[in-house]
């Protein structure tokens, strides 16, 4: 995570593993049962980097897909750079993922045997190129998500319960 600065706007500083966050899926591990996480390059133009470094990206609608032995990047949202001229990109174009070829291969026979997705979870500058993180995935079911909810919510209360009585309190 970036640190805070001054008058509360997140300052350009990385995370402990060198990662600085451009955009994060909030909706995908609620949707989600994540299997398998893959590290992607993708392929940009200048001015979407510029857009990027600027924390400017929406992995709301993204998805992945394999075409052709490739797989692409859809619904991705880069708006276009603030100081660009007739060189702006298109915010929504399809951008390639860079993947080992083993990889690919092994998310091919994954998403084609059924019920299996890609979805991106970040995106975030490694070492001055852009990275994304994409989840080999399963939807869940609305029972699913109620039991998730539920389970989490009585794992607060019990650490809320050990809390007050290492305090002594009773309630």
Same mark, same amino acid.
């Given at each position: ?17 060198? /990662? *600085?966050?451009?955009?994060?899926? /909030? ?23 510029? &857009? ?5 990206? &929406? ?32 915010? *929504? /174009? ?31 500058? &490694? ?36 809390? /007050? ?7």
């Amino acid at each position: 995570m970036a640190k805070k600065g001054k008058g509360g706007k997140k300052s350009k500083a990385a995370d402990a593993d060198g /990662r *600085r966050v451009i955009a994060t899926n /909030r909706k995908a591990r609620h949707n989600y049962v994540i299997l398998d996480t893959y590290e992607a390059g993708v392929a940009l133009v200048g001015t979407e980097v510029k &857009s990027l470094r600027e924390g400017k990206a &929406s992995l709301v609608d993204a998805f992945a897909t394999v075409d052709d032995g490739e797989v692409w990047l859809r619904g991705l949202h880069i708006p276009e750079y603030s100081h660009g001229t007739w060189t702006n990109h298109a915010p *929504r /174009r399809v951008r390639k993922l860079l993947l080992h070829r083993r990889q690919i291969e092994m998310l091919i026979g994954k998403t084609q045997e059924g019920s299996l997705t890609l979805v991106p979870l970040s995106m975030y500058f &490694s070492g001055g190129k852009v990275k994304l993180e994409l989840a080999l995935a399963r939807g869940k079911q609305v029972y699913d998500k109620r039991q998730d909810i539920r389970r989490r919510t009585m794992e607060r209360e019990v650490t809320r319960e050990l809390g /007050r009585r290492v305090k002594g309190m009773r309630g």
